[in-house]
C-alpha cells in the first residue's frame, strides 16, 4: 500500500504561527480524501512527547533518531538522509529533505516570498535559512505549492528552478462556522472590541494599528478595546507600552496570548471587526477565518490578503495609519456596512474548503508512473 508521508515538525515549534495551523489542518483532510489503497501517515524530529503529531486515521508518527537542530544542519549541509520508506513525501513548511530518492515523490509547501520582498520582517538568520530551503525546493521538490498566486508570481521572480509550481489555498478551519463553540468564548470579553490575531512581530503591522486608534482617539471618538490573539514572536514589540505612548487610555489594547481554537473561533465571532494590517502575507487566514465567521475585515492592500479577500473586506494602504483610523472610523459607526461585509464574507469563505485543499494536493501526490488515477 502507497504511503503519503508528511513532515509534521511546524507543530512542534515554539511558536507554530500560521504555517503550524496549515499543518494541523491538512493531516486530517489528507486522511479523509486519501484515494482508495494509500494511507497517511506523519514523521517528526525526535522529542520527549510527540502526541502532537498523532492523527486519527493516520500512521505514526514516525520519529526521526535526531532532535530538530540536528536534522536542520544534516539537510542544511546536504546529507542525504531521507525520513523514511514512502511513495510521497509533503513536507508542509521549508524544512524538508534536501534531495529525494529516485522512486519517490516530494512536495514542499512554501507559504510566502517574504525573505526576499520583506527580509526586514525577519530575522538575519531566518532570512538566510528560509532563501536556501526555498532555493533548495525549487531545485530538488517534484512540486512546490503556494497558497496563492500573488505567492507565485513573487516565486517566479526570486528564485528559479525546474519543481512545478502549483497554487492550492488553505481553508478556515470548520469550527469558525460552527455557533456551537460560542461556549467557548473566554470570559471578560467587552461588549465590542477590535480582534487582531497573529504572532506578534514585525510584518504583522500592529504598530501601525495601535497608531491608528491614537489617531481615532485624538479625534475625540472612543473606539473599542483592540484584543491582541496570538503568541509573542521575535522583534519586542510591546503592545501595551506602545498604545500608553500613543496615548490611548490604560486597557485600550489587552493581549490575550495564545488561545486554544475553540476560544479562538469563539472570539473571532464575537469581535466588532477583525484587523489585518500586515505589512507581508503569503495567505492571510485570521482573514478567511473571520469572514467564515461573518465578522466584518479590515486588511492591508498586501496582495495575497487582497486576492484571499476578494472584495469582501476593507482595504486600506499597507503601513497607512491615517487610511486605517479612516476607515476603522467609518466602518465602527456604520453597522449596515459591517452588516454587509459580514454576508460577502461568508460567501468568500464558503469558496474555500480543506477538502478542496486535499483533493488538490493527492492530485499532486498521485501524479507519478503507477500511481495515476489511483
Known amino acids: 500500500m502507497p504511503q503519503l508521508l508528511v513532515i509534521a515538525e511546524q507543530l512542534f515549534a515554539p511558536v507554530p504561527g500560521g504555517t503550524g495551523r496549515y499543518t494541523e489542518q491538512l493531516v486530517p483532510a489528507l486522511v479523509a480524501t486519501a484515494p482508495r489503497s494509500w ?3 506523519t514523521v517528526v524530529c525526535r522529542h520527549s512527547d ?4 498523532r492523527f486519527d486515521g493516520a500512521h505514526g508518527p514516525r520519529v526521526l533518531p535526531l532532535p530538530r537542530r540536528a536534522m536542520t544542519l544534516l ?12 511513495a510521497a513525501v509533503h513536507a508542509p513548511t521549508p524544512f524538508a529533505p534536501p534531495f529525494k530518492p529516485r522512486d519517490a515523490r516530494l512536495t514542499v509547501t512554501v507559504h510566502d516570498t517574504v525573505p526576499w520582498t520583506h527580509p526586514e520582517t525577519l530575522t538575519p538568520r531566518g532570512v ?27 516565486l517566479a521572480t526570486c528564485v528559479n528552478g525546474p519543481a512545478r509550481v502549483e497554487v492550492i489555498p488553505h481553508a478556515a478551519a470548520e469550527l469558525f462556522t460552527d455557533p456551537r463553540v460560542d461556549e467557548a468564548r473566554p470570559p471578560g470579553l467587552p461588549e465590542q472590541f477590535l480582534l487582531a490575531v497573529g ?34 514572536g521575535w522583534g519586542g514589540l510591546d503592545p501595551v507600552a506602545l498604545a500608553e505612548r500613543t496615548g490611548l487610555p490604560s486597557g485600550a489594547v489587552r493581549q490575550l496570548g495564545a488561545i486554544g481554537d475553540d476560544e479562538l473561533a469563539a472570539t473571532v465571532r464575537a469581535a466588532t471587526a477583525v484587523v489585518v494590517p500586515s505589512r507581508a502575507e503569503g495567505f492571510g487566514l485570521p482573514v478567511l477565518e473571520a469572514m467564515a465567521c461573518g465578522t466584518p475585515v479590515v486588511h492591508s492592500d498586501v496582495p495575497a490578503l487582497v486576492e484571499v479577500a476578494a472584495g469582501a473586506g476593507e482595504v486600506v494602504p499597507v ?4 487610511a486605517l483610523a479612516e476607515t476603522l472610523g467609518r466602518l465602527l459607526g456604520d453597522q449596515r456596512r459591517r452588516a454587509v461585509l459580514a454576508e460577502a464574507g461568508r460567501r468568500r469563505a464558503a469558496e474555500f474548503s480543506w477538502q478542496r485543499t486535499a483533493e488538490s494536493l493527492w492530485k499532486l501526490h498521485t501524479e507519478q508512473a503507477g500511481f495515476a488515477g489511483s
Request: proline letters at 8%.
Open 39 to 41: 494511507s497517511v501517515g
Open 50 to 53: 510527540v502526541e502532537r503529531a
Open 75 to 86: 539537510w542544511q549541509y546536504g546529507v542525504r538522509y531521507w525520513p523514511g520508506d514512502a
Open 128 to 154: 538566510r535559512w528560509h532563501k536556501a530551503t526555498i532555493a533548495r525546493a525549487m531545485h530538488v521538490a517534484d512540486a512546490v505549492v503556494v497558497p496563492t498566486q500573488a505567492v507565485a508570481d513573487d
Open 199 to 232: 504572532t506578534l512581530e514585525p510584518r504583522k503591522g500592529i504598530d501601525v494599528l495601535i497608531s491608528a486608534l491614537g489617531r481615532l482617539h485624538r479625534t475625540g471618538a472612543e473606539p473599542p478595546p483592540l484584543l491582541l490573539a496570538g503568541p509573542q
Open 319 to 322: 503601513g497607512d495609519d491615517t
